[in-house]
């Protein structure tokens, strides 16, 4: 039994290791050019594309100063993923539980986060976050059942590239002149707002990705050469380990992996996401479906070229259970299949 005196000690401990995160973001329009191909305006923060990622543990407490400096258009932030219990004023869809924030107006998102895992924030007005406005949003935990198991964390978002601006293409898109509701097809995709990324790594490391679909519209097939993958997490549930050579994630999921480097250090290894073309009713020649990053082990090595796959099957026989013995889904087995899981692990509006 716990005396009163050991109570308030216990409560005290745990504001003390709680701490107020704040961030202040200034939303104005920059120019980048991810694919290398089409410079164009993108919405950044602070100047700055691709736009910073948020983190934070659990229990603190996030403070977000938002400045709308766009000049032609109102915003909002959105932490999808969160599930915002007690502050879902804080949440972000526009005309659901706030007003967008004007041109030259301020807004302040204050919670706190009580959920561990990987998520990510973006603007929830119309059309937006394809044009930039999209970042990771990392909850860490002291507690987690992963804790020991890994040397370090690399966070990798994959997204689908326009050129055109989004609004404009909504116009389009949401109309009596694409009754079939024809996706936009993109130009390109990226790893971490980029093309040919480059991670280094060490031998006999093991690391987790933390691992973002922030596209558009485009699931992605997810794979790395020579290196299996060990999933723990999903959309901030953690689960048991499910090994899986490849992944297939939608937009707006998340996938935490452990990953084990090799000991052998002379040969680099490509990494790669290809875009579900099935998703699109007309795909130009054009398009490359596919973005390739490296896990470098020799700076000084080639980088070689990923092998072409001519068919894409990541539903193996393995499921996914959850660490804390409660079912993903509501009334569901732990044995889940998990091509059911990919589509019904969303977590709310995109």
Known sequence: MFSLPSIILLCFGMLAHAAT?????????????PDGVFPRPVMGINGQWPIPYMTATVGDRIVVNVLNQL??????????GLYMNGTN??????????????PGSMFTYNFTVDQPGTYWYHSHEPAQYPD????????????SPYKGKYEEEIVLTISDWYHAQFADMLKTFISVVNPTGAEPVPEAALFND????????????TYMFRIINMGAFAGQYFWIEGHAMQIVEVDGIYTEEAAADMIYITTAQRYSVLVTTKNDTTTNFAYVASMDE???DKVPKSLNPNVTGWLV?????????PALVDSFD???????????????????DYSVPLTVLMINLGDGAN
Request: with cysteine; hydrophobic share 30%; glycine share 8%.
């Open 297 to 305: 082990y020799d700076s000084t090595a080639d980088l070689p070229q």
């Open 21 to 33: 995160i704040t961030y202040d973001f200034n939303i104005t329009w920059v120019t980048a050019n």
């Open 89 to 102: 004023d804080m949440d972000g869809p526009v005309g659901v539980t706030q007003c967008g924030i004007p």
């Open 278 to 280: 099935d998703l699109f």
């Open 132 to 143: 930039g406005l999209r970042g990771p949003l990392i909850i860490t935990d002291p507690d």
């Open 71 to 80: 000049g032609n258009a109102s915003t909002s932030l959105h932490f999808h």
């Open 314 to 332: 990541p539903f193996d026989d393995f499921t996914l259970v959850p660490t804390d013995g409660e079912p993903l889904l509501p009334d569901s």
């Open 194 to 205: 980029t093309q040919n990324l480059t991670t280094p790594v060490d031998p006999g490391k």
